[in-house]
């Protein structure tokens, strides 16, 4: 793969992630400051903790995908 298919490839994934976390906050906006800190009797509980453990995630894929592209752009083989 080259480079410039490997940031075509994060491209398209990257907007399809942020399009797909608008929608997850669009839903999310109408349930209100309440239900949205609520304690959920299920894996790390309230929804407002699930979304903090997404953003997270999403810190540390992105930080990856950064130091996959430096590799690319210096032409290193993984």
């Not at 480079?3 to 797909?20: A, N």
Request: glycine share 6%; net charge negative.
């Amino acid at each position: 793969m080259t480079t410039l298919e490997f940031i075509e490839i994060v491209r398209t994934m990257i907007d399809y992630h942020i399009t797909s976390n608008q929608q997850l906050w669009q839903a999310i906006e109408p349930l209100g400051a309440e239900l949205f800190v609520a304690d959920i009797p299920y894996s790390i509980g309230s929804i407002h903790n699930h979304m903090v453990h997404l953003m997270r995630v999403d810190r540390v894929w992105l930080h990856g995908y950064k130091a996959i592209l430096v590799i690319c752009l210096l032409g290193l083989n993984l």
